[in-house]
């Protein structure tokens, strides 16, 4: 343990950083065969849509826990049981689901256990280093993300295509148990400063009392309704858009090329925004992301090459703001209530995981289903229209 003390900021950084990728290794998989398992399981837009948003409510159910937990228990702890639960969650989706219902439950319990490691996972980084380290720390994991994303997509689609989507499932929970070898080996052990802490660990008044983390919390909220409502259906919608423009790359290929750059575009932003102003970054990102995603069911029928770059460069504005918004967050936080603040700010993101991919199917079945350009369209508008309004909801156009 005397040697994991003694690591580099920038050893500690890229260990948690690897961490987190491999246990992101469950996060795209039923979104990435979601038009296989929608035509075998003969699901709705609207059922899909539900399925995809249940891995959001265990997330959601769990965060609040697992996270405030870290402000009286080393995050490791946390980090290593949920893993378990995500790998479970998984190989339980592979062996055992038959349907929805089946599928629904298996997605829960994957939800559960990224519940304890994406949010722990930040909060052992974030204990482990300080000053300029710690903010382009939370940056650098907070990109992390899309490469995990990329990561899952490509070994989903992979394996499927050669064993089986079952067999998609069981190989995709061996990342978690991976990401926690790591983070329990090479990770310094870490008392939190609030651990002999009088107040209860569950209570968030203290952190919904602090305005300036408050705008950043609910800045999230926005990004995250835009980025998972997008990332639950993008394969279906390119699924669809390749029927009228056949493409070189399948749709799950596309995705993981877009979701492979984004992260620069979330390291950028925290750069730009350290030089040129936190909110004005926020506000350019959002508004932007917000009118090419309105745009971009309605452009379905543009060239394949066009409607590629449209695709990455939706995920680059959608993830331009990612870093600064959670590093903002970080910094407003009072450093004993930093879990408890990670949790509501996981919480009220991945909330809308949940609720952003079934609106998407229910717009897409009330305009008319999965078969035209305008409804495809009306569905991207119910994910972007927040990001065009929020800047100025939240004060991020006001001067400071």
């Known amino acids: 343990m005397a040697a994991a003390e003694r690591r580099p900021a920038w050893q500690i950084i890229g260990w948690l950083c690897l961490a987190h990728v491999a246990s992101m290794s469950v996060f795209s998989t039923y979104p990435a065969l979601l038009p296989q398992l929608q035509a075998e399981w003969s699901m709705s837009n609207t059922g899909a849509g539900f399925v995809s948003g249940v891995f959001f409510a265990g997330y959601m159910a769990a965060v609040p826990v697992l996270t405030a937990l870290t402000d009286r228990r080393d995050a490791r702890r946390v980090y290593l049981a949920s ?87 069981v190989w995709s929970a061996l990342g978690p148990l991976a990401g926690a070898a790591i983070v329990v080996l090479l990770l310094p052990r870490r008392t939190p400063p609030a651990a002999q802490a009088g107040a209860h660990f569950l209570d968030f008044r203290p952190v919904l009392r602090n305005r300036p983390a408050r705008r950043y919390i609910l800045g999230y909220a926005v990004h995250c309704w835009e980025l998972f409502g997008s990332r639950s259906w993008m394969v279906a919608f390119l699924t669809f858009a390749q029927s009228a423009v056949p493409a070189p790359l399948s749709p799950a290929g596309i995705q993981a090329v877009a979701s492979l750059v984004s992260p620069f575009a979330s390291i950028a932003g925290n750069e730009v925004a350290l030089r040129s102003g936190r909110a004005r970054v926020i506000a350019a990102g959002m508004a932007l992301s917000g009118i090419v995603t309105c745009a971009l069911g309605f452009l379905a029928g543009l060239p394949w090459t066009a409607l590629c770059a449209l695709v990455v460069l939706h995920l680059l504005l959608v993830m331009s703001d990612s870093s600064a918004l959670t590093a903002g967050m970080v910094a407003a936080s009072d450093p004993g209530l930093r879990g408890a603040t990670m949790a509501v700010h996981s919480t009220l993101g991945f909330a809308t995981g949940l609720v952003a991919p079934l609106v998407f199917g229910l717009a897409l079945d009330l305009a008319g289903g999965n078969r035209t350009a305008f409804a495809w369209g009306i569905a991207f508008v119910t994910l972007g229209i927040g990001a065009v309004v929020a800047p100025a909801l939240l004060g991020f156009l006001r001067r400071p």
């Not at 990109?143 to 490509?154: D, E, H, I, K, T």
């Not at 689609?157 to 989507?165: F, L």
Request: charged share 5%; no cysteine.
């Open 83 to 169: 893993s378990v639960v995500a790998a479970l969650g998984s190989a339980g989706f592979g062996w055992l689901a038959h349907g929805p219902a089946s599928g629904a439950f298996f997605q829960l319990l994957a939800g559960v256990g990224l519940a304890g490691m994406y949010m722990p996972g930040l909060r052992a980084l974030t204990d482990s280093t300080s000053g300029a380290a710690q903010t382009r720390a939370v940056s650098f994991y907070t990109a992390s993300f899309m490469f995990g994303v990329s990561f899952s997509l490509v070994l989903a689609s992979g394996i499927a295509a050669v064993a089986g989507w079952r067999w998609a499932f």
